[in-house]
């Protein structure tokens, strides 16, 4: 492994940026730049602790899926009053602005309720025919951010995607009905390779633009997970398998976003290919990173330091948080779940730390 040492005049603020949520952070004189750097972690070369200025969203409208869930984030943002509408398989979403979000229209019923009708009622996409072209055109400016741009699918191809199909409730029969087994796996099977389309239709129209896929499938409540362990094995696992293997294969990282408390699934998520996940807070993020952190990147949850916390405070916070939770050959994030006020003076005294290991 290649190492950088540390120079002081790194801590140098260059910039300025701004983070998923809107705040305006410093941007140091990095010795490489933040996408190079997020390429090394994934790598086990970690050069410092990422944050939240490393890796971007990008949400392009040219996937129907993203403006009808209330998600386009690219060069050409559209009007939030025109959120909602018909997702790519023709579902009909309500945008929902207090909520920042959509939800089926509960006024139209679902596609089906057994999954063995599936392939009389369900109309996959001519995602061939989408304006990919156009879309790398008028993104391209967009993407040569210096950051790593990860390409959202908002939906997924597992449970999320099969609870717009049939509604919560039957979606969970159809995982443990032994008579919707063989029908599920055939959709499944489907899904997963329209999505493999998708990702080579993506890497061949925004290149070095995007840098990996961040897959949305919500697998638990604020409590536990929606299905148990071996329901998630045995039925969703190879199939995000095959994806992420294929993801990797085209040089990009693949990352889960999945919500809810799900921590006894996460030898699933390893066994599915994942390379990184953001737990939610309700997950013991810190144990997630003392026993599988070697398996795959976890988002680790720092709940901050005192309320009027000196400068020498923060910064010894910052230096124990790294030193406890991150390693160049053992990377972790900081969550974007954090509670801790980010302060200049704590991603300054984060940086460093990180950088000095």
């Not at 910039?15 to 390429?39: C, L, Q, V």
């Not at 996409?125 to 879309?135: E, M, Q």
């Not at 990282?253 to 006894?264: F, K, M, Q, T, Y």
Request: a negative charge; charged letters at 25%; hydrophobic letters at 40%.
């Amino acid at each position: 492994m290649s190492k950088i040492p540390f120079d002081p005049k790194e801590l140098t603020v260059v910039k300025s940026s701004y983070d998923f949520f809107g705040n305006e952070i410093p941007n140091y004189a990095y010795p490489i730049t933040p996408k190079e750097a997020w390429h090394k972690l994934y790598n086990k070369e970690g050069v410092w602790l990422p944050t939240d200025i490393e890796s971007g969203v990008f949400c392009p409208n040219v996937i129907p899926d993203n403006k009808a869930r209330g998600f386009v984030i690219e060069k050409n943002m559209i009007d939030p009053a025109t959120f909602g509408g018909p997702d790519m398989f023709g579902i009909q979403w309500v945008y929902v602005p207090v909520a920042g979000g959509s939800m089926e229209d509960p006024n139209i019923p679902h596609l089906m309720e057994d999954v063995n009708d599936w392939e009389d009622l369900i109309k996959f996409p001519d995602v061939d025919s989408w304006d990919w072209k156009g879309s790398a055109e008028a993104n391209k400016e967009y993407l040569d951010n210096g950051i790593a741009n990860m390409f959202w699918f908002l939906n997924g191809m597992g449970f999320e995607r099969l609870v717009s199909f049939m509604g919560f409730e039957q979606a969970a029969v159809a995982l443990i009905d032994e008579d919707q087994e063989e029908a599920l796996h055939a959709l499944l099977s489907k899904l997963t390779d329209l999505h493999i389309h998708m990702v080579d239709l993506a890497c061949d129209a925004y290149g070095d633009g995007i840098d990996g896929f961040t897959v949305h499938d919500d697998w638990g409540s604020q409590r536990s997970p929606f299905f148990s362990f071996d329901i998630g094995h045995d039925i969703f696992v190879p199939y995000m398998k095959k994806l992420t293997d294929h993801i990797k294969s085209k040089g990009k990282v693949a990352d889960l976003h999945s919500c809810g408390h799900i921590e006894a699934q996460i030898e699933n998520i390893i066994a599915g290919g994942w390379q990184s996940w953001t737990p939610m807070p309700m997950n013991d993020t810190k144990k997630l990173y003392d026993e599988y952190g070697d398996q795959i990147i976890i988002g680790v949850v720092d709940e901050g330091y005192p309320e009027g916390a000196s400068d020498e405070e923060i910064e010894k916070h910052a230096q124990e948080f790294v030193a406890r939770y991150y390693a160049p050959d053992k990377p972790s994030t900081l969550s974007l779940y954090s509670t801790v006020v980010k302060t200049d003076k704590y991603r300054e005294a984060l940086y460093k730390a990180s950088r000095m290991i």
